[in-house]
């Protein structure tokens, strides 16, 4: 399998584009569900918290793996390759 300069640098694109997404989604979704929370207990606020954690990094995963690979896609596509 070889890889294409313009996949490359279109998968670094995507990549940045994903990062860009990521801070968006990951701070719209910290900022409700910290708007919802009704936790009464510190072990019910540090779930929350565990949670919150948790989300981030499958977010930040799926964002980078998506966006890189469709980055990579749309960049060797574009170079006709």
Known sequence: ???????????MIGTLLG???????????VRVLRANDQSQTAAERDALETR?????????AADIVICAGVGYWFGKTMAGG
Request: net charge positive.
């Open 1 to 11: 399998m070889e890889l294409s300069l313009a996949g490359l640098i279109g998968a």
């Open 19 to 29: 990062a860009i997404n990521y801070a968006m989604i990951v701070s719209f979704v």
């Open 52 to 60: 919150i954690s948790v989300g981030r990094r499958a977010i930040l």
